[in-house]
């Protein structure tokens, strides 16, 4: 009997713990005006392997402690940062970049054509940052020239400029860079308690405009711990997921950015005929190699139904994962979704019908039944993943959600549809989304798609200015005959954009209005240089 | 009035009465959740947006979740899990016990062995060897129902091996071996029908511990996807909740879970009273 008490007993402290948090937790940290701590980056989260550029930080964000050749505006127009001028030979095979002349790193010592040789070499070197695939090598002409030769022309390769920031050569460590880095950024890294936070201090030599912050802390608290760690008022800033989108925080106000970010499902492109990649993942499945399953689906699943459920009305519909803002976008893309009788009517026509009356069709024995996998750690996925599979079965087609560690959907990836999110400000990702000769490869083109119109497309945006790349970009979405879009392919179910949502303090203003473009994973500090304090 | 003559009646049972009714009682709940959750089908559980984040009412006794999915069906359909898992846990755990008891009995050196696999297995935290377990057969609900099965054998084992060694030292047992008696025979006509006791009440008692053993693994993520309701998916889920003030999430599928382990105990320690000759007269 004596266990049963102390059940009882321990269930009630448990409650009343609970319950004296919640009463009393509300009450706020003191901060200093000119400090700012920070909770964001839900989607990136904490760096593995640190703050080290050629490992792969911030190659689509501001990268604070380093700093980049070229910058993007909130405009997504490109702007000089430690580059002076740059050119571009006619053949998109040569770029030449004259950087800033006396530019220091945080230790004093000075930022030369050799430091950015360096760096882009050694990135090339890891593949962890942006795709140099098509460098052969960057060579520093005297101390303020770079020249970057390419294997082929690269109209693209404009973008990795903005991706990679310089570290300096002298002093550069692989393996323990990324825990003590050094850069020219605008803040100086302090220190870095793993799992916790990092602590940066502002750059009294920076370059550029200085941030009004003195020092930034980030501290590593993702979903729930975030809206709690602003609820506490302990941070001046939180990205929480999208279910706490529309609660209330006292002395903050809710922020939502709209992204680039879209949620898309894979569809496996190619009959599941057995084979499988050199790692054995096996490839292909027969349902959804079906042209007649993936359109079904794009024409019967309503987005917006989807948008205000699982997104809490906070998203906005996408039928090719590209951002209605970014250059290349396709109008053309657009249909008109959640047509239940289009989607019948195309399941009809492939001969997909239901003779056993349980709901779902099947053809030849075969039931229109497939799994999609979700990463189990992400609320918004797996609210996607299942809005998803209950609409579908009103068309039909069953579809079984399933939540999975990113180390089990690799295995799967292949075969079943995947919940994936993408969105980027270069368009050569759609060149990894795409193009046949990557299938499978790594996250590149998960569905295996091949198709040599749009592949075709995609060469000769490479081979084209970058500006008049974009016609060429645009046509992979829907060239009038044949795309990626709904219309054409469909070798995706891209569900939505998914907007950003941050709590804000009332006295911060992280400067609405110069807000840059927000890529796959969040940039909410791509224009700290605009934010101030102001009276609440 | 009408009260007070229950009560009357009730006191005026015996015991043996009184505990049959209680065990009795206690099992029909039980059945009744297993048996409900199986009719549970899966449109009943499905999302409705508008309605999330509900506290308690009516229409939602238990409110609703994030998703606006009905909390009273999925916890009814967790605990059914629950149930299931530790009667298949128990059973497994039972048969796994009574075999190596048996085996322990056949010759000393098997005996050693017995003993030093109970010692082995009870050396490693319980949680430990569920979660390796799963994960080495895939992981999954199969993954999860194997593993607390495999991992309960224990306590009950060591009980049986001693009560077995007891019984040998017993003269009826040296004779019957001498009147050229099979080891089979007196297996079965003489320990059997002593240790019965010992392996029913065992079997109930693994029930909790098995019950709360699959609640900790699935709340700490292994086995089921985040969307399926177990009752340990539900409960990690409404921690994320709780910061929002959305107390209902936690409280009433834990007070489930908490009621169906003392259900557990209760119906033990009363059959306990019931075949335990020891303590008949309690």
């Known amino acids: 009997?004596?266990?049963?008490?102390?059940?009882?007993?321990?269930?009630?402290?448990?409650?009343?713990?609970?319950?004296?948090?919640?009463?009393?937790?509300?009450?706020?940290?003191?901060?200093?005006?000119?400090?700012?701590?920070?909770?964001?980056?839900?989607?990136?989260?904490?760096?593995?392997?640190?703050?080290?550029?050629?490992?792969?930080?911030?190659?689509?964000?501001?990268?604070?402690?380093?700093?980049?050749?070229?910058?993007?505006?909130?405009?997504?127009?490109?702007?000089?940062?430690?580059?002076?001028?740059?050119?571009?030979?006619?053949?998109?095979?040569?770029?030449?970049?004259?950087?800033?002349?006396?530019?220091?790193?945080?230790?004093?010592?000075?930022?030369?054509?050799?430091?950015?040789?360096?760096?882009?070499?050694?990135?090339?070197?890891?593949?962890?940052?942006?795709?140099?695939?098509?460098?052969?090598?960057?060579?520093?002409?005297?101390?303020?020239?770079?020249?970057?030769?390419?294997?082929?022309?690269?109209?693209?390769?404009?973008?990795?400029?903005?991706?990679?920031?310089?570290?300096?050569?002298?002093?550069?460590?692989?393996?323990?860079?990324?825990?003590?880095?050094?850069?020219?950024?605008?803040?100086?890294?302090?220190?870095?308690?793993?799992?916790?936070?990092?602590?940066?201090?502002?750059?009294?030599?920076?370059?550029?405009?200085?941030?009004?912050?003195?020092?930034?802390?980030?501290?590593?608290?993702?979903?729930?711990?975030?809206?709690?760690?602003?609820?506490?008022?302990?941070?001046?800033?939180?990205?929480?997921?999208?279910?706490?989108?529309?609660?209330?925080?006292?002395?903050?106000?809710?922020?939502?950015?709209?992204?680039?970010?879209?949620?898309?499902?894979?569809?496996?492109?190619?009959?599941?005929?057995?084979?499988?990649?050199?790692?054995?993942?096996?490839?292909?499945?027969?349902?959804?190699?079906?042209?007649?399953?993936?359109?079904?689906?794009?024409?019967?699943?309503?987005?917006?139904?989807?948008?205000?459920?699982?997104?809490?009305?906070?998203?906005?519909?996408?039928?090719?994962?590209?951002?209605?803002?970014?250059?290349?976008?396709?109008?053309?893309?657009?249909?008109?979704?959640?047509?239940?009788?289009?989607?019948?009517?195309?399941?009809?026509?492939?001969?997909?019908?239901?003779?056993?009356?349980?709901?779902?069709?099947?053809?030849?024995?075969?039931?229109?039944?497939?799994?999609?996998?979700?990463?189990?750690?992400?609320?918004?996925?797996?609210?996607?993943?299942?809005?998803?599979?209950?609409?579908?079965?009103?068309?039909?087609?069953?579809?079984?959600?399933?939540?999975?560690?990113?180390?089990?959907?690799?295995?799967?990836?292949?075969?079943?549809?995947?919940?994936?999110?993408?969105?980027?400000?270069?368009?050569s990702s759609l060149y990894h989304q795409y193009y046949g000769g990557l299938a499978g490869q790594d996250y590149d083109n998960p569905s295996c798609y091949n198709n040599s119109a749009v592949n075709q497309h995609m060469a000769q945006a490479f081979k084209t200015d970058i500006n008049a790349s974009y016609a060429d970009w645009s046509q992979v979405s829907w060239d009038g005959s044949t795309g990626i879009s709904p219309k054409g392919d469909a070798p995706w179910l891209w569900t939505s954009f998914v907007d950003y949502p941050y709590f804000v303090d009332n006295t911060l203003d992280i400067s609405e209005n110069t807000t840059t473009v927000q890529p796959h994973g969040g940039d909410i500090f791509g224009n700290i240089y605009d934010w101030k304090r102001v009276e609440s | 009035m009408n009260k007070s003559k229950n009560t009357y009646y009730f006191k005026k049972m015996n015991l043996r009465t009184k505990t049959l009714l209680i065990i009795s009682l206690t099992a029909l709940i039980l059945i009744a959740i297993v048996i409900n959750s199986f009719f549970i089908e899966a449109s009943s559980l499905t999302t409705n947006f508008p309605m999330r984040n509900m506290p308690p009412s009516f229409e939602h006794i238990f409110g609703t979740d994030w998703m606006g999915r009905d909390m009273f069906t999925r916890t009814l359909k967790g605990l059914g899990l629950s149930i299931q898992v530790g009667a298949f846990a128990s059973i497994v755990s039972t048969i796994i016990a009574v075999i190596l008891t048996f085996v322990s009995r056949l010759n000393k050196y098997l005996d050693s062995f017995v003993n030093w696999l109970i010692d082995l297995f009870a050396s490693i935290p319980h949680l430990l060897v569920i979660i390796l377990v799963s994960i080495s057969l895939g992981g999954g609900l199969f993954g999860v129902i194997i593993a607390v099965g495999v991992s309960h054998w224990t306590s009950l084992t060591r009980v049986l091996r001693a009560e077995i060694k007891q019984i040998n030292t017993f003269e009826y047992i040296a004779l019957s071996k001498s009147f050229g008696k099979s080891n089979l025979w007196i297996t079965g006509k003489h320990f059997l029908p002593l240790v019965l006791t010992q392996i029913i009440l065992g079997t109930i008692l693994i029930f909790p511990h098995a019950i709360m053993h699959e609640a900790s693994v699935t709340f700490l993520g292994f086995g089921l996807s985040p969307h399926e309701p177990a009752i340990g998916i539900i409960l990690s889920e409404s921690m994320k909740y709780l910061a929002t003030g959305a107390w209902w999430l936690a409280f009433f599928p834990g007070l489930s879970l908490l009621l169906i382990i003392l259900i557990f105990d209760l119906i033990g320690d009363n059959l306990r009273k019931l075949l335990d000759p020891t303590k008949a007269h309690e």
């Open chain 1, 1 to 427: 009997m004596n266990k049963k008490y102390l059940i009882v007993l321990a269930v009630v402290i448990v409650i009343g713990i609970i319950g004296a948090t919640m009463f009393f937790g509300g009450s706020s940290v003191d901060r200093n005006p000119n400090e700012l701590v920070t909770a964001v980056g839900a989607h990136g989260g904490e760096p593995e392997t640190g703050f080290d550029p050629i490992q792969g930080w911030a190659s689509e964000t501001e990268p604070l402690v380093q700093s980049t050749l070229l910058k993007r505006t909130h405009n997504m127009s490109l702007k000089n940062d430690l580059a002076e001028s740059y050119s571009v030979d006619d053949d998109l095979k040569k770029y030449t970049v004259n950087i800033k002349n006396g530019v220091k790193f945080h230790d004093n010592t000075t930022l030369t054509a050799n430091d950015v040789a360096f760096t882009y070499n050694k990135a090339k070197e890891s593949g962890a940052a942006a795709d140099l695939s098509s460098m052969v090598n960057a060579t520093a002409i005297n101390d303020t020239t770079v020249e970057f030769t390419l294997n082929d022309s690269d109209s693209t390769f404009i973008n990795k400029l903005c991706s990679i920031g310089i570290v300096p050569e002298d002093s550069y460590e692989n393996g323990t860079y990324g825990e003590n880095p050094v850069g020219s950024g605008p803040y100086k890294f302090v220190q870095w308690d793993k799992g916790q936070q990092v602590i940066l201090e502002i750059n009294n030599d920076y370059y550029g405009d200085k941030p009004e912050f003195k020092k930034l802390t980030i501290l590593f608290l993702e979903n729930d711990a975030a809206f709690a760690a602003a609820k506490n008022g302990e941070v001046d800033i939180a990205e929480v997921p999208l279910s706490y989108a529309n609660e209330n925080v006292t002395n903050m106000s809710s922020v939502i950015l709209d992204s680039v970010d879209a949620r898309g499902i894979s569809l496996p492109f190619l009959n599941d005929t057995g084979n499988t990649t050199e790692d054995g993942i096996p490839i292909g499945n027969n349902v959804t190699a079906d042209e007649n399953i993936r359109k079904a689906l794009n024409y019967g699943i309503d987005r917006q139904t989807l948008i205000d459920g699982a997104l809490n009305g906070h998203g906005s519909k996408s039928f090719d994962g590209i951002g209605p803002v970014l250059p290349w976008s396709n109008n053309d893309s657009a249909i008109e979704d959640g047509d239940s009788e289009k989607a019948k009517q195309f399941l009809k026509e492939g001969g997909w019908e239901d003779s056993d009356n349980d709901g779902i069709v099947e053809k030849n024995g075969t039931k229109a039944s497939f799994k999609i996998l979700y990463d189990s750690e992400d609320t918004t996925r797996q609210a996607i993943a299942i809005s998803v599979s209950e609409q579908a079965k009103e068309l039909g087609i069953e579809v079984i959600p399933e939540g999975k560690s990113w180390d089990e959907i690799d295995n799967g990836k292949l075969s079943n549809g995947v919940v994936w999110g993408y969105g980027s400000l270069d368009p």
